[in-house]
């Protein structure tokens, strides 16, 4: 994809003969830009090679300059990405929106053209895809039929030396999916209304809950005191989406919204409809990355917020300890466990004397192992004795 690269910044950027040279051969002014024949890395550092041709303010190159790409400088594409275009405007549709300053409207792609009305701010503009170079300046034109108008979209917002909005643009590109997410909790309480009609003033027929993400069915450009359809206003989505809603632990609300909800407080503008980006159905295992806790699993996809429970493991009974018995192989005729209080004399006897005897066994048993091991401890030593006395 082909860019170009304009020079927000308040002083002249150097365009240099090769990438990494220490003398310019002209200058990049503010507002101004220049369109990449291609990039290079040089010493870690990016630069963007201009093809010959270029046109300065001191004189014209004849042949390949290099521009430095720093903080100062923005990059913008010159064709519109049609892949990630909304889905209910045109693919070769681009919008803009001058969130710092209002921009002034030409009647033809130069300075020198009659100004024919201006964009105020927080307003959005819907302008044709193809974009044109003029005096290093990138136009575009305004996709309505309301004439022919021209914005500029390298126009620096700073208009005063020192200017606090140095290194930011007049226009700045609005990616639009057609997926938005609902932050109007961001800045205000409550619930983002929608409305009968995209107008400020339409009755208000239903309202949005916070942070839900939906797809919007149309977008509008409205002026402040005109029609949906416009190339400059206000930027309006069309929601119709039926959400669930939980009011108690089993009691969930349908609840439907089928209206038309504001991009940005037409005032302040503090963005309450944020585009996202559209799902992506390649991706198949996630991965939670909220540190605070376990997220929430959902009964449904589109904005069901019934809570799933997880299901309870069964715990596996912890099995006793098997007790330590006393039972000894029967031999002789001796039972293996001792006899019951009432039974004969005989037999307890016979046990008293078996028990006496298991005793002395082990007892040998004892002793006879402690004096291997003695034997053997004094054989080792005798050993080591021997290979000392020899050393």
């Known amino acids: 994809m082909a860019y170009f690269w304009v020079n927000a910044s308040g002083c002249p950027l150097p365009l240099l003969p090769y ?49 430095e790409v720093g903080d100062e400088v923005r990059r ?22 001058a969130p710092r300053r209002a921009v002034r409207l030409f009647d033809a792609p130069a300075r020198s053209g009659t100004l024919v009305g201006e964009a105020q701010r927080h307003e959005c503009l819907r302008c044709r895809g193809d974009l044109v170079a003029t005096a290093n300046e990138m136009w575009a034109r305004l996709d309505d039929d309301a004439g022919e108008r021209w914005v500029c979209v390298s126009e620096r917002a700073a208009v005063d030396a020192g200017d606090a909005r140095d290194v930011e643009l007049a226009v700045e590109p609005l990616a639009l999916t057609g997926y938005f997410v609902n932050c109007y909790g961001r800045h205000y309480k409550g619930e983002l209304p929608a409305r009968s009609k995209p107008r400020l003033d339409a009755e208000r027929v239903s309202a949005l809950p916070p942070w839900v993400v939906f797809k919007a069915s149309k977008i509008e450009l409205v002026p402040p005191a005109g029609d949906a359809g416009a190339a400059v206003g206000l930027l309006w989505a069309r929601v119709c989406a039926s959400l669930e809603i939980r009011r108690a632990d089993d ?47 959902r009964c449904a996809p589109g904005g069901g917020f019934k809570v799933v429970e997880p299901t309870p493991r069964k715990e596996v009974p912890a099995k006793p300890p098997a007790a330590e018995t006393k039972e000894r192989p029967e031999d002789d005729g001796v039972p293996a466990t001792p006899p019951p209080a009432d039974d004969d004399a005989a037999a307890g006897s016979k046990w008293s004397a078996r028990t006496e005897a298991w005793s002395k066994a082990a007892w040998a048993s004892t002793v006879k192992a402690s004096k291997r091991a003695a034997e053997v401890t004094a054989a080792a030593s005798r050993e080591a004795a021997r290979g000392a006395g020899t050393g």
């Open 76 to 97: 913008f594409a010159l064709a519109p990405d049609t892949a990630g275009a909304a889905p209910c405007v045109d693919a070769a549709t681009r919008f803009y929106k």
């Open 19 to 67: 990438a990494g040279a220490a003398e310019p051969v002209e200058r990049l002014m503010p507002g101004r830009c220049v369109v990449a024949a291609s990039t290079a890395v040089f010493e870690r550092r990016l630069y963007v090679r201009v093809a010959a041709g270029y046109a300065g303010p001191a004189r014209t190159l004849d042949a390949e300059c290099w521009l």
């Open 251 to 297: 009691d969930y609300e349908p609840w439907i919204v089928d209206g038309w909800v504001i991009h940005a407080n037409a005032n302040t503008g503090a963005v309450v409809l944020e585009p996202v980006a559209p799902p992506r159905f390649d991706a198949r295992s996630f991965r939670n990355v909220y540190s605070r806790g376990a997220l929430p699993l």
